[in-house]
């Protein structure tokens, strides 16, 4: 069974921080944070190997940080110097372990950035 959940949105100011959570059952790898404002599509926000080898967005400009915890199965984003155009649903998606050409979305987490 695949489970892959997110936490740790909310609503903050303008020039604040928040730190994204993605935790995954053991079947699967968490490959990256991605995000969705209305109206929009999906984009990546940072994806991250399981080297630790990591990419970013051009619209992060050295903001967040992505980090893997491999004990824990998790995958953390540091999210700081929020700005009102970083609003939307932030999805972690998944690979398979054994089916490496399955793929999964979590449910997401709501960042609001507002004053």
């Known amino acids: 069974q695949v489970q892959l959940e997110e936490s740790g949105g909310g609503l903050v100011q303008p020039g604040g921080s928040l730190r994204l959570s993605c935790a995954a059952s053991?079947?699967?790898?968490?490959i990256g944070w991605y995000r969705q404002a209305p109206g929009n599509e999906r984009e990546l926000v940072a994806d991250?190997?399981?080297?630790?080898?990591?990419n970013y967005a051009d619209f992060v400009q050295g903001r967040f940080t992505i980090s893997r915890d491999n004990a824990r199965n998790t995958v953390d984003l540091q999210m700081n110097s929020l700005k009102p155009e970083d609003t939307g649903v932030y999805y972690c998606r998944a690979r398979g372990v054994l089916a490496k050409n399955a793929y999964y979305w979590g449910g997401g987490t709501q960042v609001t950035v507002s004053s």
């Open positions: 053991r079947n699967i790898n968490i």
């Open positions: 991250i190997t399981n080297g630790d080898y990591t």
